[in-house]
C-alpha cells in the first residue's frame, strides 16, 4: 500500500483497528482508489471518465476489439468469443495455449 496515496478519510478507517478496513489494502474508494482509462494497445488515453470509458471499451469489443484490464495481479483479457484467435497476437503466446480456450 506504501506506493498509493490515500485520502483523508480512507487513511482514517485504515488506519482505526475498530473500523472493518483497518489494514484492508484494497480499499476502492471514489477519491483516491483505482480509476478506469481507456488507453490504446500505443498507450494514448482515450477516455478518462469512467463510465464512458467503460462503454467505449464494451462497444469497441462487440466490434471486435480484445480488450483488457490492468490490475495488480496482471491482466484480464476481454473479447468476443471469435476474437479469442487473435488474442496470441495480443498477448504474443503461442496459438496452442489460446486454441483450448475456444472449445
Known amino acids: 500500500m506504501s506506493p498509493f496515496t490515500m485520502c483523508r478519510q480512507c487513511a482514517s478507517k485504515y488506519a482505526d483497528a ?3 478496513r483497518y489494514h484492508a489494502q ?3 474508494c471514489p477519491d483516491c482508489g483505482p ?3 481507456l488507453v490504446t494497445r ?3 488515453v482515450q477516455v478518462t471518465e469512467q463510465t464512458k470509458a467503460i462503454t467505449q471499451c464494451a462497444q469497441m469489443i462487440k466490434q471486435g476489439s480484445v480488450g483488457a484490464v490492468k490490475g ?3 491482466f ?3 473479447a468476443m468469443r471469435l476474437t479469442l484467435v487473435r488474442l ?3 498477448v504474443h ?3 496452442e495455449i489460446v486454441n483450448p480456450w475456444l472449445l
Open 18 to 20: 475498530m473500523d472493518r
Open 26 to 28: 484494497p480499499i476502492a
Open 35 to 37: 480509476q478506469i482509462t
Open 42 to 44: 500505443d498507450g494514448d
Open 72 to 74: 495488480v495481479g496482471g
Open 76 to 78: 484480464i483479457w476481454f
Open 88 to 90: 496470441p497476437d495480443y
Open 93 to 95: 503466446l503461442s496459438e
